[in-house]
């Protein structure tokens, strides 16, 4: 019963999230686009000519934004370069170049190496995160694990005055995951967006610029 009563309380919340409304009137997958969009109106992450990789990009909302931000006004295809990442299909995307995988793996990293043609990255942007088990410790060391990843490939590809935009969790291992970021970036700035549930203790981290690029 608690279940089906927790099940029913979600439904009618997303049903009557102004979010989801707004997403299907805008035409955008998922209520995500928002979070994206709100941090890149604050700080000017996304500019036409850019490189950007879009880590986890299914069901692909992200993508369809940076998209929109990269086309030109005569809605014609797009100035600059849009790769999304994950191990899920996703839909395609216009003007996305989507690679299917896991970027851990040898032959999705010479994909991806062959889209970018030895050209490095602007921006990287990771909604990433695990499935939650509900264990606390858990969970902090596997959201730590996609994190220690997305920075891994940050510091591989990227431009060193690129910016890479990541989702953790204000719980349990944030701390750490904050004191790694200050390792790897000039600046650091966490973002809650609107968007993101008042409920839920979703947060992004914003590293911008590399002080240790390969």
Known sequence: ?????LNKNWLHDHINDP????????GYR????????????SEHLIKPGQIIVDLGCTPGSWSQYVRRKLAGKDGGGIHGTIIGLD???MEPVAD???IQGDFREQDVLEQLEAALAGQKVDLVLS???????????TDAARMEDIIDLAIEFTRAHMKPSGSLLVKCFNGSGYTQIVEKFRREFKVVSPKKPKASRDKSSEI???GKGLKNPL
């Not at 019963?1 to 009563?5: D, E």
């Not at 979010?19 to 805008?26: D, G, M």
């Not at 998922?30 to 109106?41: N, Q, S, V, W």
Request: hydrophobic letters at 50%.
């Open 1 to 5: 019963m608690a279940k089906n009563k």
């Open 19 to 26: 979010y989801v409304k707004l997403a299907q009137k805008e």
């Open 30 to 41: 998922a209520r995500a686009a928002y979070k994206l969009k709100e941090i890149d109106e």
């Open 87 to 89: 191990m899920l299909q």
């Open 96 to 98: 996305v170049n989507f």
């Open 127 to 137: 909604d990433m995160a695990p499935n939650l088990s509900g264990i606390s410790l």
């Open 204 to 206: 992004f981290l914003l």
